[in-house]
């Protein structure tokens, strides 16, 4: 069952680590990043961000269903680097789950425009997030779980 689902291109961090996991009482984290997965350095990195007491694990985006399935019978908390994978994922999860979007950090860059706060995207990355919400899911903006719910 997914207890938080997060697009943060930070994926696995102390924010994300400490106060998400507990917020959302996860047994695993799952990380869907192609870079991530495919760079042993970086996720090294991120397993060591991960809580103590909860799995992790960093995965291509491609290989979400297949994990997923591993563990759906755990709380799971899934962390999405970017909208795009985020749309093609929820799609997999359309009418098997429901739950709502947080929308975490995005870094700014060439092409983005700031939406809110820290989250900046890209023309392909805000349709992506029409997507999601065209899938039937919300999309809420939240930095910390004690933070203001904002529905995006």
């Known amino acids: 069952m997914i207890s938080l689902f997060r697009i943060d291109d930070r994926l696995i961090h102390g924010q994300v680590a400490m106060a998400w996991s507990k ?21 090294m990195a991120l397993l ?5 007491g909860v799995e992790a694990r960093i995965i291509d985006p491609k290989a979400f269903a297949k994990t997923y399935q591993e563990v759906k019978e755990s709380k799971v ?21 429901n ?19 820290s989250i900046y995207v890209t023309q392909e990355e805000k349709l992506a997030l029409e997507e999601i919400k065209k899938d039937g899911f919300k999309i809420y903006i939240q930095g910390t779980p004690t933070s203001k719910k904002d529905f995006y």
Request: charge should be positive.
């Open 23 to 43: 917020a959302a009482n996860a047994d695993i984290i799952i990380a869907v990043d192609k870079t991530a997965a495919n760079d042993q350095l970086q996720k």
């Open 48 to 52: 060591l961000a991960k809580p103590s």
């Open 77 to 97: 908390m899934v962390v999405v680097g970017n909208p795009i994978d985020a749309s093609k994922i929820v799609k997999e999860l359309k009418g098997k789950e």
């Open 99 to 117: 739950f709502d979007i947080n929308l975490g950090n995005l870094k700014s860059g060439d092409n983005k425009e700031k939406i809110s706060g």
